[in-house]
């Protein structure tokens, strides 16, 4: 089968043929339908967040069973499946609490392996290493059967394959973590894939005010397609005078950083206003400090919160934002870009230049899960 194999960082992925093992116990081979290129891909690419290589990226998936390992009940072969890229082990304290974003259990999925250390991905004699134990940019991978979140078969793969990401991350990270109340103001900053997310998800909770911003016009566009109120961009006005100009007070009930970069998080928390909370999403590089006012922060019981994956707990979430999608409520087309396997290069080059919302690999497949797939959408 086709992936696209990262050997070296800064590098292009090379698409070549990769030998795939059977699914062991607990684990489901999938055969993709789609799978959409993400920020933290791009981070990977780019050594930000270091992980063993060669390594098959892509974690942002959707597709049909293939075949399932022993002991595997929630799907069968034939199953049209979102993969989450949360392992989870299920009795941590933190699984207990009803935290399985941050299961204490699964260092395993950040170092490239499955959960007995091994890998299912061969070239020769060379391993190659998995991504979040979901490596989407394969034509066949293996996952951990509670990763594969079945869904209606009706539904086009290619859309749902947002799911597993862009959706779940801003649309939970505005549902779970900000728990977002009608009429509250809401600033997002970043609208990538997982701030537009941010936007809808607090369109859909009736939020009163959604400001978005970004320094591209044509995100800013979508982010209005997709329920903004407001838009501003840097480039043009000083974004906390804008912000406080546009929902009238000292700021925004939630302000939600969907970048990862130290200045969009110290301005994320400047837009917090009184009571208000800031959401940081974004994947910051790891040596990142942010300056932020403290006297503000405690006179003001400002709150600023880390979400991890919108907080969600697959198989609830996942399903939910289903319906939302099968209610109209929930938009994807607006966001996608499709390219093929071939184009995932470019797909990085048009990510990092800002042109697109999400590029969705759509592979060849004749199991029809791809069909009803939007052209060209994004930007
Ligand atoms: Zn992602
Ligand atoms: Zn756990």
New binding site residues.
Partial sequence: MRAAVLYEHNSPLVIEDVEVDPPKGGEVLVRMAAS?V????LHMLRGVHPSPLPAILG??GAGVVEEVGPGVANVAPGDHVVLS?LPYCGHCRMCARGRPNICENVAWSEVGTMGDGTVRFHKGEERIHHYIATSSFAELSVVPAQSAIPVDPSFPLTELSLL???VA?GVGAVFNTARVRPGDTVAVVGCG??GLNCVQGAAIASAGAIVAVDTEPGKLELARTLGATHAVNPSDSPVVEAVRDLVGGDGVDHSFEAIGNPATIELAIGLVGRGGQAILIGMAPPEARVPFDALNVTFQEIDIRGCWYGSVRPPVDFPLLVDLYRGGKLRLDPMIRTCGLDEVNDAFRALEAGEVARSVIVYDSDNGAAQGSPKAGGL
Avoid at 38 to 41: A, I, L, N
């Fill in positions: 959409g993400c920020h933290s891909d974690h942002e890229w597993g990401c862009a991350t894939g997982v």
